[in-house]
């Protein structure tokens, strides 16, 4: 994951309110910091390539801008220049210890409409813990008050492993490094090239659509315990996995994976608390995979690669995961975004020939109402330069439809567009 995400809530906003909005968004944000008081503190390097959160209430930053243009001038909102200047920017040059671990930039537009633009701690916070603390904030900014159910739950402890550490019980493929393009032997030469952002909408109908042809042909190439239909997600996220290999036209023999991001709050026996409030994700890959099959064999077989890779996380394999990272001595090598005190590339490539598609589809964004009605889009402000990094999100129409945020090589990114509405039609 990267060291920080960024979020863009923008709102259409009546002029007339623009006087007490900075206002009331900063009383909100400081008495919603009470009870999320770990977002107000700062992290530190220790041992091993380590971090250790000091609650030291240093506070966030929030800033405050204004733009001569119109929310319809920023287009389909792909992250680009425009965006990228409504965002708070984290000086990676300076200590870790001087990082805030929230920024929030509030921009308001000549035409009434506002942006409210946040970049949180990734070591912090995941995405169910950032959309938690975004409608508490929300509901402190209408005036209403937090109840007793609302509240964060901080215990750490819960998660530590046992003593004396146990062996790892799996083999553990999402810690080794993922395929290269072959004849080759490193990535440097993928990192150079230029990547482009698209922002595609998919309609209920061509959701459904898709998972009704996931579903239709089994497919017995894949080691599955559940035999229920493919969700919304595993169906449009292998369709996208099979446009992205077919936009970039490596050999048939090609290996690729898609990492994917599992939320384990659930998924442990016991379960964690409904308000533990931190980063509970873990990443998952798809198994050995080429080109040719991928292509070849029917959306089954992709949806259901994807399938063995959710379900490999049960409770036992997150917990011998959870030990398997306690048990390095320095866990630098298995960061994904944050290393040595700088912000960096990814240790391990995850672009061409292989994709990250992350799900924001359940994730109650669009219930953020800081009382001025419900958001118009809430999406990732930054995709970085990622090549093959993909975000499926519900659209703020609430009618089964979806958004979907990708970066991608720009040189495959016109082919893949029409790949993937091509092949919806049936």
């Known amino acids: 994951m990267d060291s920080y995400t960024a979020h863009l809530y923008l709102q259409s906003h009546r002029r007339q309110q623009r006087e007490k909005t900075v206002e009331t968004l900063k009383d909100s944000l400081s008495r919603v910091l009470v009870p999320y008081y770990p977002l107000a503190g700062r992290l530190h390097w220790i041992h091993g390539g380590r971090l250790e959160l000091h609650c030291n209430a240093k506070g966030v930053l929030l800033l405050e801008a204004y733009s001569e243009a119109k929310l319809d001038e920023l287009g389909d909102l792909a992250p680009m220049k425009a965006i990228e200047d409504l965002v708070p920017k984290v000086d990676y040059g300076s200590p870790i210890e ?34 938690k603390f975004f409608n508490a904030w929300a509901k402190l ?13 901080h215990d750490r402890t819960i998660l530590q492993s046992l003593e004396p550490l146990m062996p790892p019980r799996f083999e553990h493929i999402e810690f080794t490094k993922p395929p290269l393009r072959l004849g080759h032997t490193d990535a440097k030469e993928e990192k150079k090239k230029e990547t482009s952002v698209a922002i595609l909408k998919v309609t209920k109908e061509q959701v459904e659509g898709l998972r009704k042809k996931a579903n239709e042909t089994p497919c017995q190439d894949v080691d599955m315990v559940s035999t229920r239909p493919y969700s919304r997600y595993e169906a449009i996220a292998s369709h996208l996995w099979r446009c992205i290999c077919k936009a970039r036209a490596n050999d048939n023999s090609q290996p690729t994976r898609v990492t994917l991001v599992i939320d384990f709050r659930s998924r442990l026996k016991p379960s964690l608390p409904p308000g533990y409030f931190g980063n509970t994700v873990l ?79 359940n994730l109650p964004f669009y219930g953020m109402d800081f009382g001025w009605g419900k958001p118009i889009y809430v999406g990732p402000a930054l995709l970085n330069d990622d090549d093959g990094k993909t975000y499926i999100m519900s659209s703020p129409a609430a009618d089964g439809s979806l958004i979907i945020a990708l970066r991608l090589q720009t040189e495959c990114m016109n082919s893949f567009k029409k790949f993937f509405y091509e092949d919806m039609r049936w």
């Open 283 to 361: 990443q998952t890959v798809t198994s050995k995979c080429v080109h040719g099959d991928l292509l070849a064999k029917p959306l089954s077989f992709a949806a259901g690669k994807l399938r063995e890779a959710i379900e490999r996380m049960t409770d036992e394999y997150i917990r011998s995961a959870l030990d398997f990272i306690a048990s390095h001595k320095d866990v630098g090598a298995l960061r994904c975004g944050l290393h040595n005190g700088a912000y960096t590339n990814p240790p391990n490539y995850l672009g061409n020939p292989n994709a990250s598609i992350l799900s924001w589809i």
């Open 98 to 131: 001087d990082w805030p671990l929230l920024l929030v930039q509030v921009t308001r537009f000549s035409c009434g409409g506002l942006c409210v633009a946040t970049v949180m701690s990734h070591t912090m916070v995941d995405g169910w813990s950032a959309a």
């Open 141 to 153: 900014a209408r005036g209403d008050e937090l109840e007793e159910i609302e509240m964060p739950f």
